[in-house]
């Protein structure tokens, strides 16, 4: 188990090396001089030269990424240029607002698309299923910056249920969390009833239906174990982009969070704040990556066994 | 009700098809012109009305003339990004699932990485750096896209290689392209389509998200993720500017996830037949 | 300054990289991270708004972004300057609601009749927050430390001409020998050259007084623990969420300022704002596009909105580098191609028609000038002439806006009548301010400029002189008039025919069209019923201390 352990962080050390390494090329390639952005245009040719040398700019490009992979590894991300301020504090004052919509929105998702994909596999095949099936698609095909913006002005606006966005208390936190969910649990519904649908064709499910076990028994007792395993899997994974998917949703609602902190670095071309927040997402998908496969190894021997990577 | 996956297969191609006419035939169908004003109403949006059955926004333009032409890029963009999305995966996941080995190891490993980076962020920066047009979205979509498709071409493609057939076409000597092409790219192909027309719908809602944060096709172009973002300031005032887009958009969405998951239905009842 | 489209917001100067050791910065983060998770079941609605008593007056407003920086050597946007104007005194400043001087710190003040020599008084009982008495020697080191290059100040070079500034700038001498300080309460400035403008420069925040201090003590975090005297102190700065001052007790006018706080929430966009203040969350509020007929048509809410013409002038520049544009015909036509009065009727009456380079309100401005009304049969006529009947493709660069968005659709629609066709481009705000300096690269942009100062000056020699090239003149549009002109009127004195001087210059200027002129933005805000005292600056960010609140329902 433990040669497994290590080999799972390695291999996931090194996706993050190779994270890091694609981020600074596009940083590389965005056409902003970083001295011009941080002295400002009427900056005179030496105080540019020293910003420069100071950012280490004159020196060759792997030199840069090793001084970058370096810094990063010791926790500098480097300062905004824009807001001049440590990249690093930046993510992780943002990163709670970001987080907490997250889960609620996974909870949430969850609690609508499980009892859905239950229900459509309970009556595969029939009107209900069909109707979820079509009603879990239509849930995935709503643009969520279109059904946040419809929800805040009708729940904010017209009823005064909620606020009007941001991060302030937790009524500010349904709506946004209903958007970002919604989507999601069309997605696990269809998800859960296609996996509980193959359950329930194994061999050992339906020989123990032709004993007579109810539907609902076999269901519960033997097809949800092997449906929802996957299904929890790709929640996890699904948190950890969620987090870096929450752009939009963050944007309509003014939510002080991650997704905006991003936007506005892409917006700005505020290279240390983009390479900054990419690489924060792609080392939470790493790390949850890492827990799902850990946690999966100590479930079924088998995988740590098997030679796979 | 009666609904059969075939229905749905049926329902999804007619929206598809629908969408597809009324891209073609937009000049036929638009009353007026997407880019010019036809109204008087500059900086305050009318409501709809006979002579506009959507209204006119704030530009004095036609909205439905504009949904209609937006049809065309909306689709071109869709369809085209995933096209760009399908060649890269197609040919890594082929790649790497019939040769196998190091460079199997290598590719998928690449896989791994962009499958960490996050899609919108990535495609901002890209289009931020490459400035907005029809042909930089569509790639940088297909850039950003491909990681799934690979991963499942690959997997089947590895079966495949298994396969009895296979396996003594290339003890006999045939040409490893020959293979892919004969062999492992027709019995991999009924899921390409498939994951093609799901990915359509999500490279659409890729194309009006990166419109909405302003970094979709430049205008006059209409678009339908940019008239919502350009009404959602007139959202209290003149709601029907972001409505009808919207719709166009879960329409043409919803199109696609239907025909997509028809298929798959109709696959797994060919399946379960077996 | 240049305009930012929507809050002519422009980026604030860059600050040295600290040299922290890599250890205490990586327990930070550790530590941080771990606190944060800790911290994030607990904290479901972000951390508790600060509560006041009851009773306390506390003002509300909202924001999208967030304050840029909060340190006066660093701030050169309207949001920073709004918060610096509010924690920092300068010697002088601008009235409430005009474009005149009158004292901040200095009770009283002379200058040379030659403009090159300017003495202050100080009041003896302005005291920083930190409990010190503020004296001459802060001021000197206020502005020592913007023309230190370490600290790479954008307003360096409003303060060049004082003697000794270079010298100090080079590391030539330890401080700035044109700035005398011969006691605690006086200060001199001596200057190299006649600068009539001078005094605008020193109300600038800039030239606010910092305690040394305090600017050692936090270096590059000065900006979040910022030391001041003005009738505000900072209280909380979250990031990306809310910005909260709380009043000065010891702010040397007694009896000032009225209110107890101001809280700003960060991060609410200006459809928000607007539904927030009908909901009464906020006392003071922008008003978006959408919803400004609809206000305008109901007497309740119109009553409540300000009104100001700001010292702005929003044009689109061409590129006299860059055929077509090169001929002048050409310029002309685009002036008559452009229909102005549909520009303003998108904006819902939120502009002025520009007839030339100078907004009305700044002194000196000249309100006879006919400017280009819009004759698409004259610019199709002037097309012909120049050999480009058949017309041509440009691009239009822009910040991406949605606001300049709309209104750059709304000319392409225009010059398509003139066979001009336009390509649209949006730019982030700081690239495309990078890339129309550049020779030769944009041929066509859209472009504001607020005045930093009440002066022809500050519009005519920034944005149209030959030596401006590659800065602020981004049509890189030279006249040797114009150019004699300027350099005639820069020391003079003398009002009348300092302004006689630049009206002629602008003559010129409009007559060779480097520019399609568009118009002079008119802002509005919307206040509650219950807001006395909140009056508008034509060229400053809205001063707070005489502002106060009567009871009302959400207090």
């Known amino acids: ?309 | 009700m009666k609904f059969r996956p075939n229905a749905m297969e049926a329902v999804g191609a007619l929206m598809v098809l629908s969408l597809v006419l009324v891209a073609i035939l937009a000049p036929w169908l638009a009353p007026y012109d997407p880019t010019r004003a036809v109204a008087n109403t500059f900086g305050d949006p009318a409501a709809p009305s006979r002579m506009y059955p959507l209204g006119t926004d704030q530009l004095g333009r036609d909205v439905l003339s504009r949904i209609i032409f937006g049809a065309r890029i909306s689709l071109t963009v869709g369809v085209a990004a995933m096209a760009v999305t399908m060649t890269i995966g197609v040919t890594i996941g082929l790649t790497a699932g019939f040769f196998g080995g190091a460079l199997d190891f290598a590719l998928m490993r690449f896989t791994d990485v962009m499958l960490t980076l996050p899609a919108l962020l990535l495609a901002m920066a890209f289009v931020a750096v490459l400035q907005p047009s029809i042909l930089s979205i569509l790639l940088v979509i297909g850039l950003v896209s491909w990681t799934q498709i690979a991963r499942v071409v690959r997997a089947e493609a590895l079966s495949m290689t298994q396969r009895d057939f296979v396996v003594a076409a290339c003890a006999l000597g045939a040409p490893s392209a020959r293979l892919i092409v004969r062999h492992v790219m027709p019995n991999v192909m009924p899921i390409i389509v498939v994951m093609a027309v799901l990915g359509t719908s999500g490279t659409l809602l890729l194309d009006a998200g990166l419109s909405f944060l302003t970094l979709g096709v430049p205008p006059p172009t209409p678009s339908w993720g940019r008239m919502i973002e350009e009404a959602t300031t007139y959202f209290r005032v003149a709601p029907w500017l972001a409505i009808f887009p919207g719709l166009a958009i879960f329409y043409a969405v919803l199109g696609f996830n239907l025909l997509g998951y028809g298929f798959l239905r109709r696959r797994a009842r060919a399946a379960s037949a077996l | 300054m240049n305009m930012h489209p929507r809050r002519h917001t422009r980026s604030a100067k860059g600050r040295a990289i600290s040299t922290r050791a890599a250890a205490i910065r990586r327990c930070r983060f550790a530590l941080a991270l771990i606190a944060a998770l800790i911290a994030l079941p607990g904290c479901r609605s972000g951390a508790p708004p600060p509560q006041f008593p009851p009773g306390a007056m506390v003002l509300k407003l909202a924001a999208i972004s967030d304050v840029p920086t909060l340190d006066p050597a660093a701030g050169y946007d309207v949001d920073s300057w709004m918060f610096e104007q509010m924690i920092f005194d300068t010697l002088i400043r601008y009235s409430d609601a005009g474009v005149d001087l009158v004292p901040d710190l200095a009770t009283a003040w002379e200058s040379s009749p030659d403009s090159t020599v300017f003495t202050f008084h100080l009041r003896r009982d302005a005291r920083f927050t930190n409990g010190r008495i503020v004296t001459s020697a802060d001021f000197k080191y206020a502005i020592e430390r913007v023309l230190d290059p370490a600290t790479r100040s954008k307003g360096m070079e409003y303060y060049r001409a004082i003697a000794g500034a270079e010298d100090f700038a080079a590391h030539r001498a330890k401080s700035v020998a044109g700035i005398e300080t011969p006691d605690a309460w006086t200060m001199v400035f001596h200057l190299i050259v006649p600068d009539p403008i001078f005094l605008q420069k020193l109300a600038m925040p800039f030239a606010a007084a910092v305690p040394r201090e305090a600017v050692e003590k936090w270096g590059d975090d000065f900006s979040r623990h910022v030391v001041g005297s003005g009738p505000f102190m900072l209280k909380e700065w979250i990031g990306g969420q809310r910005i909260v001052l709380v009043k000065n007790p010891g702010y040397f006018v007694k009896g000032s300022p009225h209110l107890d706080a101001v809280v700003e929430a960060i991060g609410v966009s200006e459809d928000l704002q607007w539904f927030k203040f009908e909901a009464g969350e906020i006392d003071v509020s922008n008003i978006p596009p959408a919803v400004f007929p609809y206000v305008m048509k109901t007497p309740r809410l119109r009553d409540l909105t300000l009104r100001i013409v700001t010292v702005t002038t929003r044009y689109m520049g061409m590129n006299c580098q860059m055929p077509p544009f090169t001929d002048e015909r050409v310029r002309r036509a685009l002036n008559y191609a452009v229909n102005k009065p549909k520009l303003i009727a998108v904006l819902n009456g939120r502009g002025i028609v520009a007839n030339g380079v100078m907004p009305p309100g700044l002194p000196g401005y000249a309100p006879g000038l006919s400017g280009y009304p819009y004759d698409p049969a004259r610019a199709r006529e002037l097309l012909e002439q120049a050999g480009l009947g058949h017309g041509f493709a440009a691009t239009l660069w822009m910040p991406a806006d949605q606001t300049m968005m709309i209104l750059g659709q709304s000319i392409q629609q225009d010059l398509d009548l003139v066979g001009v066709r336009l390509r649209l481009k949006a730019v982030a705000f700081a690239p495309f301010l990078e890339a129309v300096r550049q020779p030769r690269t944009v041929p066509l942009f859209f472009m504001g400029w607020e005045a930093d100062f009440p002066d022809p000056a500050n519009f005519l020699d920034v944005l149209l002189s030959r030596h401006q090239w590659g800065a602020n003149n981004d049509t890189f549009f030279s006249d040797p008039r114009v150019d004699a002109l300027l350099a005639e009127a820069a020391p003079l004195s003398d009002l009348a025919r300092r302004y006689a001087l630049y009206r002629e210059a602008e003559r010129i200027i409009v007559a060779d069209a480097p520019w399609v002129f568009l118009y002079y933005p008119i802002t509005y805000e919307i206040q509650q019923p219950w807001v006395h005292g909140y009056v508008l600056n034509p060229m400053r960010p809205a001063r707070l201390e005489k502002v106060w609140l009567s009871p009302h329902p959400a207090s």
């Open chain 1, 1 to 309: 188990m433990l040669a497994y352990v290590i080999r799972r962080i390695v291999f996931g050390a090194a996706v993050l090396l190779g994270t890091s390494l694609i981020t600074f090329v596009i940083a590389f390639v965005i056409p902003a001089d970083p001295a011009v952005a941080m002295a400002g245009a009427k900056a005179d040719p030496a105080t540019l030269a020293a910003i420069r040398t100071e950012l280490g700019l004159d020196q060759p490009i792997y030199i840069q990424y090793a001084r970058y992979v370096d810094r990063a590894l010791h926790g500098d991300l480097g300062r905004s240029y824009i807001r001049r301020e440590e990249v690093a504090g930046l993510i992780i004052s943002r990163f709670p607002a970001t987080a907490i919509l997250a889960l609620a929105a996974m909870a949430l998702s969850l609690a609508l698309g499980i009892p859905m994909g239950m229900l459509a596999a309970a009556h595969r095949e029939r009107a209900l299923d069909n109707l979820l099936l079509v009603l879990s698609l239509g849930l995935v095909s709503i643009p969520v910056f279109w059904l946040g913006t419809i929800l805040l002005i009708v729940g904010g606006l017209y009823l005064h249920w909620f606020p009007l966005g941001g991060f302030d208390g937790p009524k500010s936190l349904v709506l946004p969390a209903i958007t970002l969910a919604l989507g999601s649990a069309g997605y696990y519904s269809r998800i859960l009833q296609t996996n509980l649908a193959d359950a329930m064709d194994q061999e050992y499910v339906r020989t123990a239906r032709g004993k007579g076990l109810s539907l609902r028994a076999a269901m519960f007792k033997h097809a949800m174990a092997n449906a929802m395993l996957p299904l929890v899997t790709l929640a996890g994974l699904d948190f950890a982009g969620l987090l870096s998917g929450v752009v939009l949703t963050e944007t309509v609602f003014d939510w002080p969070g991650l997704g905006r902190l991003a936007f506005e670095a892409v917006f700005n071309l505020d290279i240390p704040l983009v390479m900054g927040t990419v690489l924060f997402a792609a080392a939470l998908v790493v790390i949850a990556n890492l827990v799902v496969d850990l946690l999966y190894a100590w479930l079924d021997p088998r995988i740590r066994l098997g030679q796979q990577l």
